[in-house]
Each structure stands twice: as structure tokens, then as C-alpha cells.
T-cell receptor
Framework: KAGVTQTPRYLIKTRGQQVTLSCSPISGHRSVSWYQQTPGQGLQFLFEYFSETQRNKGNFPGRFSGRQFSNSRSEMNVSTLELGDSALYLC???????????FGSGTRLTVV | QKEVEQDPGPLSVPEGAIVSLNCTYSNSAFQYFMWYRQYSRKGPELLMYTYSSGNKEDGRFTAQVDKSSKYISLFIRDSQPSDSATYLCAMYMEYGNKLVFGAGTILRVKS
């Protein structure tokens, strides 16, 4: 059974650019969540999608957005990148809304 | 005050020791309690998942929940160097569909 797949694994961008990260959930999982992980702040919730609808959103600026497609695959987009956006971005999927997540290995974003 | 408090460590123990990892929480509305393990350069991996107060055992791991004290624990018996990782507690409440993670405790098991 394939796990949660995130692409790309590593990314280097310059300030002001935008970036799109991709997540393919486990087959059958309809809930996809995104998290930002940094050494100082830990795991911070970005947003959750269930059946193509955003069900929950964390306290991040509007530069962070996401969407979910009909096949449950999800993308998140960060526009006008700032140095502070450098982090590990993790995607997690679940059959249920809200708990029992399986995480991907993440995308390591570095903003220079 | 954070909703979920977890000592970041690091916690260093000799191989074979019993490890106790703990989290406290302030919101009694949390219903589901989870422990994740995260190795370096990997995403968190779900270890244990429980709903009710009491103990749940899975191999060398035991998860304990005390809702009256708002306290959860993860015990690791016969710890191995391969258990060296960051352990994150997580809690979920259906009201507001809210999932909150602790900061994570770094565990180092020395051989």
C-alpha cells in the first residue's frame, strides 16, 4: 500500500517568488492536511481539505493557499515568499476528518 | 499558555531503559489522543491512537490517558537505539475539528 507522496522533496526559492507543493494521499483517504514544521514553532496547522472543500484553516497569512482535486490529490501554494517561510512542509491524509493521519516525508523549502 | 505542553528534552537514556514521555493539556474537550514518532528528515509516523482513559499496549509501547488530570503518557519498554527520534503527542476534538500537536520530545537511546 503506497504511502503519502509529496513532491518535490527539496526546493530552493528566492524571496518574492511563489511555490507550489504537491501531495498524493493514500488511496481511499479523502482528508488531506498541510502542516509547516520549523525548529522554533514545531508543527503548525495550515489547512485541511475533505472532499475538495477546505474544512479548517490555521493562522497563516493569505499568501498560503491550497486546493484539493476530485482524486483527493492536493496542492499548496505560497506566494511572495519570505525568508521565514523556510521550513519542512508536511502533508497528511486520513480516512476520517481530523485524526489518524498518515504523514508524507515532507518538502524541505529553503528561501534565500 | 499553550493548549498542549510537552517537554522538548532532549531525553537521553541507556539501551534497555524504560522511557516515559508525557504531555499535559488544558482543554477538556479533547477526545482523541495520539503519539507520533519522527525520525530525522522524515514525516511523523503514527505510533499509538486512543480515545478513552486508561492504558493501551502495542508491543513495547504503552499509551496512557488520564482525562481527569489532563495528562497523557507514552512508555517505551526495553528501549533500543532505533527508538532515538522525536516523539510528538497530538490531541483532537470533534468540536471545531481541532487537532493540536505538542512541541515534541527528542529521545536519544545510547547503546
Amino acid at each position: 500500500k503506497a504511502g503519502v507522496t509529496q513532491t518535490p522533496r527539496y526546493l530552493i526559492k528566492t524571496r518574492g517568488q511563489q511555490v507550489t507543493l504537491s501531495c498524493s494521499p493514500i488511496s481511499g483517504h479523502r482528508s488531506v492536511s498541510w502542516y509547516q514544521q520549523t525548529p522554533g514553532q514545531g508543527l503548525q496547522f495550515l489547512f485541511e481539505y475533505f472532499s475538495e472543500t477546505q474544512r479548517n484553516k490555521g493562522n497563516f497569512p493569505g499568501r498560503f493557499s491550497g486546493r484539493q482535486f476530485s482524486n483527493s490529490r492536493s496542492e499548496m501554494n505560497v506566494s511572495t515568499l519570505e525568508l521565514g517561510d523556510s521550513a519542512l512542509y508536511l502533508c497528511a491524509s486520513s480516512f476520517h476528518l481530523g485524526y489518524g493521519y498518515t504523514f508524507g516525508s515532507g518538502t524541505r523549502l529553503t528561501v534565500v | 499558555q499553550k493548549e498542549v505542553e510537552q517537554d522538548p528534552g532532549p531525553l537521553s537514556v541507556p539501551e534497555g531503559a524504560i522511557v516515559s514521555l508525557n504531555c499535559t493539556y488544558s482543554n477538556s474537550a479533547f477526545q482523541y489522543f495520539m503519539w507520533y514518532r519522527q525520525y530525522s528528515r522524515k514525516g511523523p509516523e503514527l505510533l499509538m491512537y486512543t480515545y478513552s482513559s486508561g492504558n493501551k499496549e502495542d508491543g513495547r509501547f504503552t499509551a496512557q490517558v488520564d482525562k481527569s488530570s489532563k495528562y497523557i503518557s507514552l512508555f517505551i519498554r526495553d528501549s533500543q537505539p532505533s527508538d532515538s527520534a522525536t516523539y510528538l503527542c497530538a490531541m483532537y476534538m470533534e468540536y471545531g475539528n481541532k487537532l493540536v500537536f505538542g512541541a515534541g520530545t527528542i529521545l536519544r537511546v545510547k547503546s
